[in-house]
């Protein structure tokens, strides 16, 4: 069976890095091999990036430069761990991918849509996701989860609730202009309801394959 990527997505605090463990216990269950990964991050050099992009001592950054980074840190973890993987039949699943560019760049700072479709498929070599779940919650939901798990604020979470709402508006926009792709889900549901959901489609595609 060819190996499989699929991206989770949404604002801070949405429930997207649960729903990635859930997934991927079901399928460690089932003895199909996987991978958990997040971005930025997941390779050495990845991760040094990171640090810089969500460390509050670098307020001073500039919209360019943050992207620059996040799209350096995908091009190195793209082709140092998600393409060898999948090449090996592996089930990749990576707590945000190009979705999050498109929303917190683009909708959250401003940034043409045009421009972030191109030099992200030059980072990633033109890698898709298999399919991309993103999780919907008011950006007063996340603030009160985050605040209840007594997560401290990166650079990104120290701006204020109207950017998160143009990032949530944003990732329900790319949901609704890519309904094949994308997988719009409201994240307010149960856990484990939504951890059904989320596998019966990962399950739908693994099951494709093995019919090939």
Do not use: W
Not at 57 to 85: D, F, G, T, W
Not at 108 to 122: H, T
Not at 148 to 173: A, P, T, V, W
């Amino acid at each position: 069976m060819r190996g499989f990527f699929f991206t989770f997505e949404g604002i801070d605090g949405c429930g997207k890095s649960t729903q990635l463990k859930e997934a991927a216990s079901h399928l460690e269950k089932d003895g199909i091999p996987v991978l958990v990964t997040r971005e930025p991050g997941g390779t050495q050099i990845a991760e040094k990036i990171r640090e810089i992009l969500i460390s509050p001592e670098n307020s001073e950054m500039v919209n360019e430069c943050e992207l620059l980074l996040y799209l350096a840190a995908r091009a190195q973890h793209v082709r140092e761990k998600i393409i060898p993987a999948i090449k090996k039949g592996v089930v990749v699943l990576c707590d945000r991918f190009q979705e999050a560019t498109f929303a917190y760049q683009g909708f959250g700072r401003g940034m043409s849509l045009e421009f972030l479709q191109k030099v992200n498929g030059f980072a990633t070599g033109g890698l898709m996701p298999d399919c991309t779940f993103i999780f919907d919650v008011p950006s007063e939901v996340s603030c009160r989860r985050m605040e209840m798990m007594g997560k401290k604020r990166d650079r990104l979470e120290q701006n204020g609730s109207d950017f998160f709402d143009r990032i949530r508006k944003g990732y329900r926009i790319l949901a609704e202009k890519d309904p094949e792709g994308c997988l719009l889900i409201d994240g307010s549901r149960e856990i484990g309801e939504i951890s059904e959901i989320v596998y019966k489609k990962i399950n739908k595609f693994l099951k494709s394959a093995l019919l090939k």
